[in-house]
């Protein structure tokens, strides 16, 4: 017997995460794993336990069980994060009288300053000379640039469609996390590069997606390929450890609060829900002007 036939519940809630809540194809792989590996802990070390028969215990087993394999604190407060909202489900459903979450304590995890590109690195990549014959240089060249130039996650840019795109205004609407929209204005060179994109795709494939990017096969775009793709891009231009879409994202919100954008604003253009998620930046902003003033002051 599989675990989704021993314990229906989980996919229940992931259609319900995908259904109502309207979350990525990302987000739901990363509950489902969760959730997976917790049920088979429970299975393997509790003999199984109906989902109304789960003890606190049995759940800080499986914490500790993680944390002696070498997991960090961070992505055990993501597995916490998934237990909760999966409990506090099943409860809306009466499928439980309490949540065995309600003890269950987060681990405190160590905050870690976002990596970011420089400017002068960043201005030297976006310059960068492609091969404008190549329909795969071409795409990832700008989708490393919509990233850049908009902070927009890679499910977002993966989803982004030409209906989203208001060339009129200079801007773009953006499908957030949870379903939530949001405005991202965008520079007009970028916005005819887009335009220009857009209709040679339907010059070469037609019209039959609407995604505004795809690959040389016609197809959307793979998270893993556009990684893996922003990945070597960066590699051109610096030896940064982490590589990646993300990174970017922390560079756009990065280098507009070193250029003296307001909190607020940049909360906003992020799609953060809450303004204790952006402040992580402004800690990059204090340690860059700490390293200005050891450079330049004569006592420092």
Partial sequence: MSISEKYPELQQFIEYLQFEKRYSPHTLTAYE????QFLHF????????????????????????LKEQGLESKSIN????TLKAFFKHLQKLDYLQQSPMA?????KSKKRLPVYVEEVTMNKLIHTTIDTDDWSQKTYFLVLQLFYFTGIRLSELIQLTERQIDVANHQIKVIGKGNKERIIPIHANLLQQLTNYIQEKHWQFGNNQTQVFV???????????VYQNIKNLLGTVTTMQKKSPH???HTFATHLLNNGADLNAVKELLGHSSLAATQVYTHTTIEKLKDIYKKAHPKA
């Fill in 103 to 107: 003890t269950i304590i987060s681990p």
């Fill in 33 to 36: 794993h969760d959730l997976v």
């Fill in 215 to 225: 690959s040389k096969k016609n197809k959307p775009l793979h998270p893993r390929q």
């Fill in 42 to 65: 429970q299975i393997t070390q509790f003999s199984a336990p109906a989902i109304q028969n789960i003890q606190p215990t049995f759940i800080k087993s499986w914490l500790a069980f």
């Fill in 247 to 249: 990174i970017l994202r």
């Fill in 78 to 81: 993501r597995k916490i994060s």
